[in-house]
């Protein structure tokens, strides 16, 4: 086992440079920054424009090419950071909007769909990684990424990534909610290494006390599921308690 | 052909901070320390660090006492929210003189 980093031994050196473009507060920022430590000066870095491109890319119009990339094996790790919406152009509904959240195209019922689970999609071509991080947890990702870079073919990392604008919250309770959102056992932290899955950092603990924050504490901090009905949070609710129900048969 | 400079006919740039301008300007409330309740500031040793660690605009500085670049500094309050002794509280820009903005 390998030692965990923390913020003490956290790589010092800087290769993003301050005065962004990104929004105040946008949780890719950190995601980016300690991802960049992690992979360190000898990296290409081949970023679609902003936060919009990447999305539209990979979700609903060219995942073939990352799909036919993947089957190929080429090596490379794929970044694909998900905040849950097209939010660059205004905050509309995308493939990884989660049920019920209300968006500029779905403003009076919110999303009536799931959230498409990408990272599965990605586990199912037998990829030697894939990992589900949050921005809330850079340091987990940091150790992630660490952990990949010498397994062959293609890597990918879904990242959960907070949007103050399009989720509708104070920019300073971004890592709040992104902890809430692993907290309450709505989003996952794991990793899958040549096909064994293993939960990690607070995702693994959240096994050992078996005890999830209720999820309507996580739905409460964002403006963009006020339409939530009671019905519909307990449903969702279920659903998480089922998925984590398997976590904790395996545990023993 | 071969002797002319390219480069000065191409739009090209060197990387460095402001790529999205003086962001400072986009703040509307200013991160301010408590040294008193700071956790590296009282033991005088590397510590914490929450700040630094999780500040998106990478403006806090990994020092004792941690300081904030406020030249581009966007004010999300991240660093407030996240310090573990409530040193850090953000302060309405208003409340700054003029001089001491520029």
Redesign the interface.
Known sequence: MQVKTTILSLPTEEFVHPGTRACTGCGLAIAYRVGLKALGKDTMLVVPPSCLTVLQGLFPVASTALSGAAERGDNFIYFCYDNEGYMNTGAQRSGTTPIGAITANTPFKGKLQQKKDVPAIMAAHKLSYVAACSAAYPLDLFDKIKNCMHLPGTKYFHIHIPCPPGWGYDPRYGIKIGRLAVETGYYDLYEIVNGEFKLTAASEKLVEKRKLVPVQEYFRTQSRFRLLTDAQIADIQQKIDEKWAGYYNKDE | MGTRNYRRKTSHSE?????????GS?RVERPVLDQSLCIPCKRNK?????C????????IS?TIPPRV?L??C?????C???CPTRAIT?VDEAKFSEEDKE
């Open positions: 990387h460095g901070p402001g790529d999205g301008g003086r962001t986009w590397e510590a914490c660090f929450i630094w660690l999780f500040c998106p605009e990478i403006v990994r670049d030249e581009y966007k004010g999300c309050g991240i407030a929210e996240e953000m």
